[in-house]
């Protein structure tokens, strides 16, 4: 061979050579990109947050004419009726009706100023909760502890007007605080319920699990079966369950495992996680994340590889959470709320578990709101939904 066709040649599998390398290193890289997305996508879901929610930007108040005008986001532009909390905590007004609005700005409603004065802030909190606190319940309350295998979690126990044999045990979302599910407390203590509202583990007030992440109620449902046992120690002979968001797939897994079951008279469901497939799906999507970015996440959470890349104890078994997959274990009434327009927690595993167990669940869809948002749009129909069920014990 000539030495020009040999430099030729030689030249070529060079070049092949290095292209298949390129190509190695851009598969090599995109795999890491990919794993490292995934992983990120996992741990989110399984870190408690640090901080409660960014609060949004105070642009202008006019007590005179009772309006407060604040950065549009999705929440300040929401309908319905909220609580504006700002100062650390020391503050709080009323927020209700849009009045004006632009592509930057939203003019609300505002009444019931409390604490610290709105018009010196520069940016505040929009909650759900009417309550700041237990005691804007105006209803006789009492700090206790329940004890857990991971020591005491602390409680608000809201006793009914007369001795009764009847609790509820109210647990709230993940991220959310206990003064979440407090507006359903006084409907059940019309209907002669006592309340126990419960913290549990990585709460900021409970002791944290040993890997100080969530279970997405695979682990959190333990909590909920000590509050169970704190209840019938002191002569709970039947009790419902309240679960709102991941503290409804909370109560679920207690539903179908706890010690005390039998005693479960009924189960309310507000805005709940059914289905942590789903919900992971749907968030990557809005994300705008690749289906298998989201899919090898999904896999992770359950996977060996959950304790070196997560931080999890153990890995979640995602399969036992899908409540859709255990309608057969489900023998008590069940009254379930959801909103189509929920940016959270998707609401097609709501109406397919209504769907497949009519016999169980009343099913009541709301529209516009947001998570866990349902009674700020409509307070007359969720509080009469919930209190004609509550009739019915």
């Not at 849009?98 to 802030?121: C, K």
């Not at 968001?245 to 005390?260: D, F, I, K, P, W």
Request: glycine share 8%.
């Amino acid at each position: 061979m000539c030495a020009a066709k040999r430099a030729s040649t030689e030249s070529s599998s060079s070049a092949t050579k290095f292209a298949a390398a390129s190509l190695g290193a851009l598969v090599v890289g995109l795999g890491a990109v990919v794993a490292t997305a995934s992983t990120m996508v996992a741990r989110a879901v399984v870190t408690p947050p640090r901080r409660r929610k960014d609060p949004v930007r105070l642009l202008g108040v006019d007590k005179q004419a009772g309006t407060v005008t604040l950065a549009r986001t999705p929440e300040t532009a929401a309908p319905g009726h909220y609580s504006l909390v700002f100062a650390a905590e020391t503050g709080r007004a009323n927020v209700g009706a849009v009045v004006d609005e632009s592509e930057r700005t939203v003019t609300r409603r505002f009444w019931g100023e409390q604490g610290a004065q709105l018009e010196r802030v520069r940016s505040v909190r929009l909650a759900s909760a009417p309550q700041l606190w237990v005691r804007d319940l105006n209803l006789p309350w009492r700090w206790v502890d329940v004890q857990t295998p991971l020591g005491a979690m602390p409680a608000w126990l809201i006793p009914a007007a007369q001795a009764s044999d009847s609790w509820a045990i109210h647990v709230h979302g993940r991220g959310a605080v206990m003064t979440e599910p407090l507006r359903a407390v006084p409907l059940f203590r019309g209907r002669g319920w006592n309340s126990l509202v419960v913290s549990y583990r990585n709460d900021a007030l409970a002791p944290p699990s040993p890997d100080g992440k969530f279970g997405l109620g695979a682990t959190e449902w333990r909590d909920v079966e000590s509050a169970m046992d704190w209840a019938v120690s002191r002569g709970a002979r039947r009790i419902i369950l309240v679960g709102w968001s991941m503290g409804g797939g909370t109560v679920m897994q207690a539903a179908l495992n706890a010690r005390h079951r039998k005693l479960i008279a009924g189960i309310f469901l507000e805005s709940p996680a059914l289905s942590w497939r789903s919900i992971l799906r749907y968030q990557g999507s809005a994300m705008r994340l690749p289906r298998f970015v989201t899919a090898l996440g999904i896999w992770l959470i359950g996977s060996p590889l959950a304790r070196p890349l997560l931080g999890l104890e153990a890995p979640i078994p995602l399969s036992k959470l899908e409540i859709l997959d255990r309608l057969a274990e489900l023998t008590v009434p069940i009254l379930l709320f959801h909103s189509s327009g929920d940016t959270v927690v998707p609401v097609d595993a709501s109406r397919e578990l209504a769907r497949r167990r009519p016999d169980l669940v009343t099913y009541r869809e709301f529209e516009r709101a947001l998570h866990t948002r349902l009674w700020n749009v409509d307070s007359g129909r969720w509080e009469q939904s919930l209190d004609e069920w509550l009739a019915t014990f």
